[in-house]
T-cell receptor
Framework: DAMVIQNPRYQVTQFGKPVTLSCSQT?????MYWYQQKSSQAPKLLFH???????NEADTPDNFQSRRPNTSFCFLDIRSPGLGDAAMYLC??????????????FGDGTRLSIL | GQSLEQPSEVTAVEGAIVQINCTYQ??????LSWYQQHDGGAPTFLSY????GLEETGRFSSFLSRSDSYGYLLLQELQMKDSASYFC???????????FGAGTRLFVKA
């Protein structure tokens, strides 16, 4: 089945130690998103790629970076994780069309813990 | 600013009908979506309304009134497995920026 896969499901890192989360998709969608979701809160968009064009949200900390080497893969790099970065990180994809860009297909997420 | 408001919690019994409302204030509007999320799981797309009116998909229906900046999700014949969080989301400026509401926690009781 076509899907969005995130690895790993659970990631533990140390305070200040760089960490990379990965996302792959077999849907061949041209738009990919990274969201941060903290407990009992809404998913918060960090950035998205439209094809190779990177779009950063204004309030996304500089600590967060992303790479999309090809259509299928997208990475979230957290350069110096702080305790406040502990959250679920969700990758999503969509196929762009005028106005809608729905639905978004989400991966199962990576739960990041900071020691 | 941009914001979406939806109730934080709703409780209903099996077999009942429940309506989850969502009001929004955004710069630019392409459509209103609804997502379901079970504890520990990923959000799953339920519906999308770009135009005014009612969209029906099985037991779930979604309504949009753009003039009122308002929509709702209607769940019929509730089942225990419908216990989850439901998020309304708006596609704003440019169509790609999706803003999620804080979510409504639905509890279905036997």
């Amino acid at each position: 089945d076509a899907m969005v896969i995130q690895n790993p499901r659970y990631q533990v890192t140390q305070f200040g130690k760089p960490v990379t989360l990965s996302c792959s998709q077999t849907l061949n969608h041209n738009v990919m998103y990274w969201y941060q979701q903290k407990s009992s809160q809404a998913p918060k968009l960090l950035f998205h790629y439209y094809d190779k064009d990177f779009n950063n949200e204004a309030d996304t900390p500089d600590n967060f970076q992303s790479r999309r080497p090809n259509t299928s893969f997208c990475f979230l790099d957290i350069r110096s994780p702080g305790l406040g970065d502990a959250a679920m990180y969700l990758c999503a994809t969509s196929s762009s069309w005028v106005g809608g860009n729905q639905p978004q297909h989400f991966g199962d997420g990576t739960r990041l813990s900071i020691l | 600013g941009q914001s979406l408001e939806q109730p934080s919690e709703v409780t209903a019994v099996e077999g009942a009908i429940v309506q989850i409302n969502c009001t929004y204030q955004t710069s630019g509007f392409y459509g209103l979506s609804w997502y379901q999320q079970h504890d520990g799981g990923a959000p799953t797309f339920l519906s999308y309304n770009a135009l005014d009116g009612l969209e029906e998909t099985g037991r779930f229906s979604s309504f949009l009134s753009r003039s009122d900046s308002y929509g709702y999700l209607l769940l019929q014949e509730l089942q225990m497995k419908d216990s989850a969080s439901y998020f309304c989301a708006v596609n704003g400026a440019g169509g790609f920026k999706t803003i999620f509401g804080a979510g409504t926690r639905l509890f279905v009781k036997a």
